[in-house]
């Protein structure tokens, strides 16, 4: 019973305390909350990672930061379009350019033909505009971004992270990595030094820097989520995807940019995200260093990339395909097929083959080949490690050009690909004897340049005037085009086809 009592006389001296401390709260006018400051963040010196060594490091990303903003550059490419219709050339004559608004635009109007219509006089230019991001890789101003950024642009201008300004000259492209050189006119840059891409873990810390959405030197940070995707965005015939996978947000404006490690050392050019909205859903992909060092050491040397083929069709070999095909091993890449002057085939590789390895590299899946591939040219020999029904073999291959044969682009055409975006050859004798012309020079391929954007040839165009002057070789082209402004009429004729065919342009 006394019991009972204490625990009455308790609660009640509790609810009474309570009461009064209620009251003092809501009626005390004068009451002040102290707030408190905190001057530093202890956590982020708390906060490690591991590196190689096993040896515990601060995880610091304001270092890194500091050193890789000023070498990553904002892009702004400028494209101009007449809008207005354009007729297909006709054989004959040039005359039908002569009543096209692009002859007027690039040869002025001394060119006026009564007969033409007084309708649509007000043409005007279109201006179309992109912005992106490039990353200064030496000093004297070379800069690599994505072609996708500066395709087609008639002008293209480069802001430093100091707010400097520069016009760029575009170097050289490579629409089948989606990578572009530009050059500025400055030295003692702050630059990026490459890092092996092949020795990037999944799981390592790595930054995103560019400038998403025009806002300029912008830093995001994630990890390398996967190694050596496939994500089929490039859609040219002899694309290469083999990304680096990050989680670090990568957003439009982001193209071009660059993904470092810890240390500032380039990892990849930041190229494309997944996402269904356009925006930034988890995942981001960027071209690792070790095939944006061979295409930038090409385009520097060439004008363009000399990429060497193997010439097979292959798949991933996956559980369903190895016991479809009834293969000995899941692991390797698939020889589909063989392609015509297959430099694989003519070494001894087969139908049903799967390639383990090159040069001792594993090439577990299709991408990875192809960026084994990509980083050789022409005339490099590779060592293919097969297994064929079981049995492995090592077969030695010397890797083709596109044609089929293994010859590099000539440097001395490196100025004619840069401006034209094309690869030429001269005609042999026999050529020039059965066509029954003085000789000419044969557009072999055309890229994404002023060929592609401003005309309508086509390859194996052969090339016998420009602007009147007589052209029997590469090195004629090359002269008749240096140091050219304004409009340029090319002159040729096409070996299937009847009479010839004239194309404009400017420069």
């Known amino acids: 019973m006394k019991k009972h009592y204490v625990y009455s006389a308790l609660i009640a001296l509790f609810i009474s305390a309570s009461s009064i401390a209620t009251y003092h709260f809501f009626n005390n006018e004068n009451q002040t909350f102290k707030i408190e400051h905190i001057n530093s963040t202890p956590a982020s010196r ?7 060594s096993g040896n515990f490091v601060p995880l610091d990303f304001t270092k890194t930061a500091d050193k890789v903003m000023e070498a990553v550059v904002h892009i702004k490419s400028t494209q101009t379009r007449v809008n207005a219709s354009r007729q297909v050339p006709q054989a004959g004559s040039p005359f039908p350019f002569f009543n096209d608004p692009l002859f007027e635009d690039f040869f002025g109007n001394r060119f006026k033909f009564e ?18 991001s490039g990353v200064i890789i030496s000093p004297n101003g070379y800069i690599v971004t994505n072609n996708h950024v500066i395709d087609n642009a008639d002008d293209v201008e480069v802001t430093l992270h100091d707010n400097r300004n520069y016009k760029a ?7 089948s990595t989606d990578l572009a050189l530009l050059q500025i006119k400055e030295e003692n840059l702050p630059s990026l030094p490459f890092v092996d891409s092949d020795q990037v873990k999944v799981g390592e810390w790595v930054m995103a820097v560019g400038n998403p959405f025009n806002l300029n030197s912008t830093v995001t940070a994630g990890i390398v989520s996967a190694k050596g995707r496939n994500i089929n965005i490039l859609k040219e015939k002899f694309a290469v995807e083999s990304f680096i996978q990050t989680d ?8 071009g940019g660059a993904l470092v490690n810890l240390e500032g050392g380039l990892v990849g050019i930041n190229t494309a995200i997944a996402s269904p909205t356009g925006s930034y859903s988890g995942y981001g992909f960027a071209v690792p260093t070790r095939i944006v060092s061979k295409v930038v050491d090409d385009l520097r040397k060439y004008g363009v990339v000399q990429r060497g083929v193997l010439g097979v069709m292959i798949r ?4 369903n395909l190895k016991k479809d095909k009834s293969l000995s091993t899941i692991d390797g890449v698939y020889v589909d097929s063989l392609l015509e002057n297959s430099a694989a085939g003519k070494a001894g590789v087969q139908k049903g083959d799967v390639i383990l390895s090159i040069d001792g590299h594993r090439t577990n899946t299709s991408p990875a080949l192809q960026e084994i591939i990509a980083r050789r040219r022409p005339g490099d020999k590779i060592e293919l490690l097969i297994d064929r029904k079981g049995k492995e073999k090592k077969i030695e291959v010397t890797l083709n050009n596109r044609s089929g044969g293994t010859d590099l682009v000539k440097k ?24 029954n012309i003085e000789g000419g020079v044969r557009v072999k391929e055309i890229y994404r340049g002023k060929l592609m954007r401003e005309t309508q040839m086509k390859n194996g165009f052969i090339i016998t005037h420009v ?9 004629d082209l090359a002269n008749a085009l240096e140091n050219k402004k304004g409009g340029v009429m090319i002159e040729g004729i096409y070996e299937d086809l009847p009479g010839s065919y004239y194309y404009a342009f400017g420069i």
């Open 46 to 52: 708390a906060v490690y990672s591991v590196d190689d």
């Open 115 to 132: 007969n033409q219509s007084p309708r649509n006089p007000g043409r005007k230019p279109e201006m179309r505009m992109g912005t992106g």
């Open 169 to 175: 000259t575009v170097i050289g492209t490579d629409p």
């Open 248 to 255: 670090a947000a990568i957003n439009p404006g982001n193209s």
């Open 316 to 319: 991933s070999v996956d559980g």
């Open 412 to 435: 001395e055409h490196k100025e004619i690909i840069t401006i034209l975006g094309a690869e030429f050859e001269d005609l042999d004798d026999s050529e020039i004897d059965k066509l």
């Open 467 to 475: 602007n009147g002057r007589k052209i029997k070789s590469v090195k």
